[in-house]
Nanobody, 117 residues
Framework: QVQLVESGGGPVQPGGSLRLSCAAS????????MGWYRQVPGKQRELVAY???????NYKDSVRGRFFISRDVAKSTVSLQMTHLQSEDTAVYYC???????????WGQGTLITVSS
């Protein structure tokens, strides 16, 4: 059973920056994918960014160029550096990990980011 612990959320002003971090434990092998999703009340959870073990990354279009994902495969950690934050980025952000291709994801507990002046 993989457990994910997130840190780094909180309030921030528009145009500001935040860094989220996530550490996985309980996995005996490197995780195939680690990434971040977000959810606003009343809406579906959506992809923000992920990175697979090959180093390939994928970003939601609206965050590309503002958010940057990085992971340490050996340490089972992933971070999300968020810059030029906008009010539309306000959401609960969830760390996600997929142990192998096609397997169901594990989720962290979520951390709230509020972008407001």
């Amino acid at each position: 059973q993989v457990q994910l612990v997130e840190s780094g959320g909180g309030p921030v002003q528009p145009g500001g920056s935040l860094r989220l971090s996530c550490a996985a434990s309980g996995n005996s092998d490197p995780l195939y994918l680690m990434g971040w999703y977000r959810q606003v009340p009343g809406k579906q959870r959506e992809l923000v960014a992920y990175e697979v073990t090959t180093g390939a990354v994928n970003y939601k279009d609206s965050v590309r160029g503002r958010f940057f994902i990085s992971r340490d495969v050996a340490k089972s950690t992933v971070s999300l550096q968020m810059t030029h934050l906008q009010s539309e980025d306000t959401a609960v952000y969830y760390c996600s990990a997929v142990p192998s291709a096609g397997a169901p994801p594990y989720w962290g507990q979520g951390t709230l980011i509020t972008v407001s002046s």
